[in-house]
């Protein structure tokens, strides 16, 4: 069975701080890699796609993979209030797979 | 713009009276699949169609069904719905060619 697993948190960060999440998944198959960030009440939103081991930048987000150790962080950046959220790491093993998701880390932007 | 629409955007019914929930898109993807988060949980694939071919998961109880009449829509029908199938339903698209998926706003499901 696929498990993802992530810290549920309440993980507090000082804005402009640096957040550091992380999430291991069991499926040494899994192929692509994603996180999502989620409002309360809404539904996911794309935040990052990594499929290769190493670091991936886009603006204040950052994603690293290590598939030998089945481990996929983010790190967001001058962190601000508005980051404020629940970030769902998810994977898949590719093809038509749907995403097996991970529980999420609620994310709290002390301003 | 294009975009995975969900309608509608909350739904209240009664124990065992059936539902239907809708979602449509504009993205012309290929695979529309159908999540439940249940409060404070992570996201459960249901079931996806791929074209016409529809994919159940194992897990997922019969009284889910699913229809995809044409690439547009793709329609959730809960059969008897209980008080555990409260949740906000996901509906999200892919491109073949592509990996990421694209997800609506969610219809959260309320059963009295």
Known sequence: QKEVEQNSGPLSVPEGAIASLNCTYSDRGSQSFFWYRQYSGKSPELIMSIYSNGDKEDGRFT?????????????IR?????????????????????????KGTHLIIQP | DAMVIQNPRYQVTQFGKPVTLSCSQTLNHNVMYWYQQKSSQAPKLLFHYYDK???????????FQSRRPNTSFCFLDIRSPGLGDAAMYLCATRDRAQETQYFGPGTRLLVL
Not at chain 1, 63 to 75: E, F, G, I, R
Not at chain 1, 78 to 102: H, R, W
């Open chain 2, 53 to 63: 071919d529809f994919n159940n998961e194992a897990d997922t109880p019969d009284n």
């Open chain 1, 63 to 75: 994603a690293q993979l290590n598939k030998a150790s089945q481990y996929v962080s983010l790190l």
């Open chain 1, 78 to 102: 001058d962190s601000q209030p508005s980051d404020s959220a629940t970030y769902l790491c998810a994977v898949t093993g590719g093809g038509a797979d749907g995403l097996t998701f991970g």
